[in-house]
């Protein structure tokens, strides 16, 4: 599983005040912490005023750069504000986030075009979220032509069929699950992401809810997701759907993870 670590985000009350006070420790910190827990990514998302946006992404990427060589994942709903962070980034990372909405797209994909940098691409335009699979498979279709513009490997690209709440979908996550299938058995080796958060909004003891979707959209071809690495259960949900989907050879991967500590009883 890619692991893009959500902690670093403007729109937490403690990072926000943490960025309004100058708190260089704690963002230090909960970077430190994201690699410890063997995060791919470190996501690093300021949401702040548009004016201050880019030197606020300036300043938290410097901070998490002094202790980490982690990989930055640049998040913002400006396709040029992440395009600008870019340049502060000491080694090729992801952008986090374009669609078919707007522009953003044409602004990101011919800068990345030539890079290792890689992308999450979220399956919106401008006429807002698809409701129905088959207009979020018509979205993916346009999203592809605009990569393939641009010689961009699938490989780079992370799709994320955008995961709602479960307590107002008509069918669970049928639909969901159906738009992931289908982007697989069109692009092998394309990732699919998104927020696994997103499902339990508004529901009780959310983390069961997590834990659930994550195995279940495992089985579909999630392969990349943003939440918390340091959250140990999902972790060891992880890699043991990993070692029954056939992923992990003789589970060596969970028997490590569990020796390294990453999830399981807190090592003494």
Not at 251 to 264: K, T, V
Request: one cysteine or more.
């Amino acid at each position: 599983m890619i692991i893009i670590g959500e902690k670093i985000n403007g729109s937490i009350p403690s990072v926000a005040k943490a960025i309004a006070e100058k708190d260089a420790e704690l963002i230090k910190h909960l970077a430190k912490i994201q690699t410890e827990a063997n995060a791919t990514f470190i996501d690093v998302c300021a949401s702040v005023e548009d004016d201050i946006e880019v030197e606020t992404m300036k300043w938290l990427i410097d901070l998490v750069q002094e202790v980490t060589d982690t990989p930055i994942a640049v998040d913002s709903p400006n396709p040029r504000v992440c395009v600008e962070a870019m340049k502060f980034c000491n080694k090729p990372g992801l952008i986090n986030s374009i669609s078919m909405e707007g522009d953003k797209a044409q602004v990101v994909l011919p800068v990345i075009a030539d890079t290792e940098w890689e992308v999450c691409a979220l399956l919106c335009d401008d006429t807002g979220i698809p409701q129905t699979a088959e207009k979020r498979l018509s979205v993916f279709a346009d999203l592809m032509a605009e990569v393939k513009k641009y010689n961009i490997d699938p490989s780079r690209i992370h799709i994320d069929p955008l995961i709602e709440m479960l307590c107002t979908a008509e069918d669970g996550i049928n639909m969901v699950t159906s738009v992931m299938q289908e982007i697989k058995k069109q692009y092998p080796t394309i990732h699919i992401t998104g927020a696994v958060s997103n499902i339990s909004f508004n529901l009780p003891v959310r983390k069961i809810l997590n834990q659930a979707f994550t195995v279940l959209s495992m089985n579909s071809g999630l392969d990349s997701a943003i939440f918390d690495p340091t959250n140990r259960d999902l972790i060891g949900m992880i890699y043991a759907t990993e070692a029954m989907l056939g992923m992990d050879d003789y589970c060596m991967e969970y028997i490590s993870a569990y020796r390294d500590g990453l999830f399981g009883p807190p090592q003494k």
